[in-house]
C-alpha cells in the first residue's frame, strides 16, 4: 500500500510540473509591444546647428531599449507642403540625423512615404529641422519605420528566429489581427519588445501593455 501511495505521488509530482513547464513556455512566447510617435535623432553636427554650438541633449526618461532616452528638446519638421511641431528627440546622438514619422505625417508634409529599418536611409526623402537657434536642411533620412522585434541572440533561439527574418505577428482581441513583414532585429544590446508606430498599434487595438505572438 505504501508503495502505491509512493508511486502515485510521484505520478502527481510529474503531472504538476509538465503543467508549469507548459505554462511557462506559453508565457515565454508572448512579446511586450512599445508603441511609437514620431521622432527624431540628431547627429552632434545637426544638434549644434539646431540649437548651439556644443550643446548636449536633456535627458527627460529612458526608454525602454537599453541606453535610449526621450529628451526634452523638440523641433519643427518642414516638408514642401506642411510643417509639424514640437517633434521630440531621442538621444543619444548617432552618426547620422533619423526623422521617423507616421505615414499620415507623409501626406500632411508632402513627402513620399519610405518604410525602412532604423539605420536603412539611402535615398529617402529629405526634410528641413527647425530648431531655437538655427534649421538644417538634410538631403535624406525621413523614414516610417518598419515594424520590428528587437530581442537578444538568447530570445531568438527560443522563438526561433534568427536576426534579419521577416514574421507575422499575431494579437487576439476584439480588433486584433495578424501583421506581416516584422523584422527581426537580434543583439546584445537589445531588450525583447516589438515596436509599431502608433498609427499600426491604433489599428487593432494595441497599447503599451499589449502583447503579441510570433506566428509562422
Known amino acids: 500500500m505504501d508503495n502505491c501511495e509512493a ?3 510521484l505520478l502527481l509530482e510529474a503531472v504538476k510540473n509538465d503543467g508549469q513547464k507548459t505554462a511557462s513556455q506559453g ?5 511586450p509591444v512599445g508603441v511609437s510617435n514620431r521622432h527624431v535623432h540628431l547627429s552632434q553636427k ?3 546647428s539646431l540649437f548651439g554650438a556644443d550643446y548636449s541633449l536633456t535627458k527627460l526618461k529612458d526608454l525602454s531599449q537599453p541606453g535610449q532616452y526621450a529628451c526634452k528638446e523638440l523641433v519643427t519638421i518642414c516638408g514642401p507642403k506642411g510643417a509639424i511641431e514640437k517633434v521630440r528627440i531621442l538621444g543619444p546622438v548617432r552618426s547620422k540625423t533619423q526623422v521617423e514619422v507616421l505615414n499620415g505625417d507623409c501626406i500632411k ?5 519610405n518604410v525602412r529599418l532604423s539605420g536603412d ?16 536642411q538634410i538631403e535624406e533620412g525621413l523614414v516610417v519605420a518598419q515594424r520590428h522585434i528587437h530581442m537578444t541572440p538568447e530570445d531568438a533561439k527560443n522563438l526561433g528566429v534568427c536576426d534579419g ?7 487576439d482581441d476584439l480588433r486584433g489581427g495578424i501583421y506581416s513583414n516584422v523584422a527581426i532585429r537580434a543583439n546584445d ?6 515596436h509599431l508606430d502608433i498609427e499600426e498599434a491604433n489599428a487593432m487595438g494595441i497599447n503599451s501593455k499589449s502583447k503579441v505572438t510570433i506566428v509562422k
Not at 539611402?122 to 534649421?135: A, D, F, M, N, W
Not at 527574418?165 to 499575431?170: F, L, S
Open 165 to 171: 527574418d521577416t514574421v507575422c505577428i499575431k494579437f
Open 27 to 31: 508565457n515565454s512566447s508572448e512579446i
Open 7 to 9: 508511486v502515485l505521488k
Open 189 to 194: 544590446a537589445s531588450k525583447l519588445e516589438c
Open 46 to 48: 545637426d544638434l549644434e
Open 121 to 136: 536611409l539611402s535615398r529617402t526623402p529629405g526634410i528641413t529641422l527647425v530648431g531655437p537657434k538655427g534649421s538644417v
Open 109 to 113: 508634409l508632402g513627402a513620399a512615404s
